[in-house]
């Protein structure tokens, strides 16, 4: 396998935007998708719950019920609502551990390490990537429910003076250490994906290794990331760009009068119906009024400036059928824009934490063997060691058998 060379410097950052194009992007992708399918169904069964009737609710909402706060009331109905928003942030850290992993191994060379692959591993490995950052939040939770103890005790006549006064000495050192343990949890929050993925860490791992991260390598750590995140930025904004033209492409030529006209129209009505009020991004969907049929009353030949709205069309069963199909396609289009962001912040993330490894350690992770070539590798050997041993046995066989026919003759 062909391994990546990094820079192993501020340069290797700008690489998360053209490689989280792909796999990675569809790693994310599949995250927000599954995120908003939990996110439609409980708040339907929240509105259900509440009384709404699945008619009134489909009418009102659609397949995209929000905002949801004028809606859900109740302690069942919001207790299903937050769960669908704890799905949500678990499914995109689960999505950023799938991406880390598909990146070291596309740095090790094995590029057909699918996204599959990754959601695999990241659901396998779960656990310290969440109880990384947890258990400095239950660190910090520990020393200041100490101290609200302390001070509590400290309110009565000579306690002030044994649990403030003579232990205050340690008061300020353990201020400073929660401030500290406070930056390493945000840290934590958006690297323990890649410390577990790329470093193959376990929990106790996970956590100190945002400490170290913050202690050793401040300055980087924190100019990597603003360059990951500005890079997530302009990447989002041009992919916003094409996906928009992508769109505006299908409705210059699509919804010519001369192509589909009508047809098209009543498609993109259905499309358009399937969310109710809310449009994914208005200027998907604009279709300038020169491109319109005359049936739609903006004169003989159309022309723009003419109309200021669409009529409503009906549409045909195939055109219902079409529309559907449009309208989750663009849906899964919307998703892809964030999606996209996403994965380059995660790709970022992930080879941030790399170059910081070197720089912190002088250990190359990428050289390093994770558990699977370690595998690969005890398998190889364990093969090679069996076939050595076959072949003496062959060899033992054969001599043996020379012995007898000399013995024979």
């Known amino acids: 396998m062909l391994e990546t060379q990094l820079d192993f410097n501020f340069k290797d950052i700008f690489r998360a935007p053209r490689l989280a194009l792909g796999r990675r992007m569809l790693v994310m992708l599949e995250a927000i998708f599954a995120s908003y399918l939990v996110f439609v169904v409980f708040t339907y069964l929240a509105l259900i719950i509440n009384g709404n009737s699945f008619g009134s609710i489909w009418n009102s909402l659609h397949l995209f019920p929000v905002p949801l706060v004028n809606y859900a009331s109740g302690l069942v109905a919001k207790v299903l609502v937050s769960f669908s ?31 599959k692959d990754g959601w695999k591993w990241a659901l396998k490995n779960w656990f310290p990537v969440f109880f990384g950052p947890i258990s400095i939040a239950i660190v910090i939770g520990l020393f200041v429910l100490l101290a609200a103890l302390f001070g509590w005790l400290a309110q009565w006549p000579v306690l002030d003076i044994i649990f403030y006064g003579l232990l205050f000495v340690i008061f300020l050192p353990t ?29 106790m791992g996970s956590m100190f290794g945002s400490y170290t991260l913050l202690w050793n390598q401040p300055v980087r750590l924190l100019s990597y990331t603003l360059l990951t995140l500005l890079a997530a930025f302009v990447g989002y904004h041009i992919f916003y760009f094409f996906m928009l033209s992508a769109f505006k492409t299908i409705d210059m ?50 022309g723009c400036g003419g109309c200021a709205s669409v009529p409503m069309y009906a549409p045909s ?24 962001a996403l994965a380059t912040l995660a790709t970022g993330f992930s080879t941030s934490f790399i170059v910081l490894t070197k720089h912190k350690d002088d250990q190359n992770l990428i050289k390093r063997k994770d558990a699977d070539e370690r595998a690969e590798a005890e398998a190889a050997e364990a093969e090679a060691e069996a076939e050595v041993e076959n072949n003496s046995a062959t060899s033992e066989t ?12």
């Open 175 to 203: 201020g400073l250490f929660l401030v500290f343990s406070a930056l390493a949890l945000v840290v934590g929050i958006y690297m323990s994906p890649a410390i577990v993925a790329c470093a193959e860490e376990d929990t």
């Open 253 to 302: 030529v699509f919804g010519h009068e001369w192509i589909m006209g009508e047809a098209f129209l009543a498609v993109k009505q259905v499309g358009q119906d399937l969310f109710g009020s809310f449009s994914f991004l208005p200027s998907y969907y604009e279709i300038p009024n020169c491109l319109l049929p005359a049936a739609t009353g903006c004169g003989s030949t159309g």
């Open 85 to 115: 928003y704890v799905f949500a942030v678990l499914a995109i850290w689960l999505g950023f551990t799938a991406v880390a992993k598909i990146t070291i191994k596309e740095y090790k060379g094995d590029l057909f390490y699918s996204s």
């Open 317 to 340: 069963i195939t055109q219902a059928i079409s529309g559907v199909i449009v309208g989750l396609v663009s849906l899964l289009g919307y998703f892809a824009v964030p999606a996209y």
């Open 398 to 409: 054969e001599t043996s058998d020379d012995s007898d026919g000399a013995k024979s003759e």
